[in-house]
């Protein structure tokens, strides 16, 4: 009997050796990807400071400045561009941004735009207006994909098919801690709030010919941001995760190889106590 018991936790750490080189190799994996897309993070963001500054400036840069992408109407219809992960085994990264997503948008008429399998996948699951299904990897997703989306949404925003833009994401705030966030892409909320331009400052052919055209890529930018922002979220997240199942592994194994040498201690005095019996009848 004590045979069998200990053939069966030498199985089981035989498993849970080939567990954790498995999960040892997924965090390094993710550590190596978190590297790249934290560089990513750091080079989007001078980028969208600099955009959202000069749209700022062209939008303060006279009292009668008006522009639709300025206008709050009546929300009759929102679009929601929303990232998550292509791959799960990473937390709650997934679960947390989609949850997020799903309670903004409880009770209103919206369509989505889904970024990422997992994203795409729930929604169409949850039955969801879905305008788009060509971003179904994040992973893969370019700058280029960013600036024809932002394009396509402005477009739409201007012909009244919705009234307003929402970016749900995950904000990278570290490798331990993703922030899941909601931002509001359009209208332009506080556009031109800030100090007035330089009157110095000449726009041709006008100001609000320029805003038209560089809202897009205003939004363009503020997407990529956001992606940026969620793929090293999801890595940091995969990483973490990786990093807690590999020393979940360790303790088991250490566990089982305590079980395994008491088992086995035990069988030795067993055999050692029957042949002192035999020996003595």
Do not use: W
């Not at 006279?62 to 929601?80: A, D, H, I, N, Q």
């Not at 890595?235 to 303790?251: H, I, L, P, V, Y």
Request: proline share 2%.
């Amino acid at each position: 009997m004590a045979g069998v018991s200990m053939k069966g936790i030498k199985l089981r750490i035989r498993s849970m050796e080939s567990t954790k080189q498995i999960t040892k190799a997924m965090e390094m994996v993710a550590a190596s990807k978190l590297r790249r897309a934290q560089e990513n993070v750091t080079r989007s963001r001078p980028y969208f400071e600099t955009l959202y500054s000069t749209v700022c400036q062209i939008a303060g840069s006279s009292g009668s400045f008006t522009s639709p992408y300025l206008e709050s109407r009546e929300v009759k219809k929102s679009c929601y561009v929303v990232i998550a992960g292509d791959r799960g085994l990473a937390g709650g990264y997934n679960h947390n941004v989609l949850k997020l997503a799903e309670a903004e948008m409880a009770g209103k008429n919206v369509t989505v735009v889904p970024i990422g399998k997992r994203c795409v996948d729930n929604f169409r699951a949850h039955g969801y207006d879905i305008l788009t299904d060509a971003y179904f990897e994040a992973g893969s997703l370019s700058v280029s994909d960013c600036f024809t989306m932002a394009r396509d949404l402005c477009r739409r925003f201007l012909d009244g098919e919705f009234d307003e833009v929402h970016i749900v994401y995950t904000g990278f705030v570290s490798i331990l801690t993703q922030q899941p966030a909601v931002m509001t892409a359009l209208p332009l909320h506080g556009a031109g709030a800030e100090e007035k331009a330089a009157s110095e400052t000449i726009y041709e052919p006008d100001s609000e010919t320029l805003f038209a055209a560089i809202v897009p890529e205003y939004l363009g930018g503020l997407i990529y941001g956001a992606l940026c922002e969620s793929v090293a979220s999801e890595q940091g997240a995969r990483r973490t995760a990786m990093d807690s199942a590999t020393k979940n592994a360790e303790e088991m194994i250490g566990d089982l190889s305590l079980k395994y040498n008491r088992a086995r201690q035990g069988a030795i005095t067993q055999e050692i106590t029957e042949i002192v019996a035999g020996a003595n009848t």
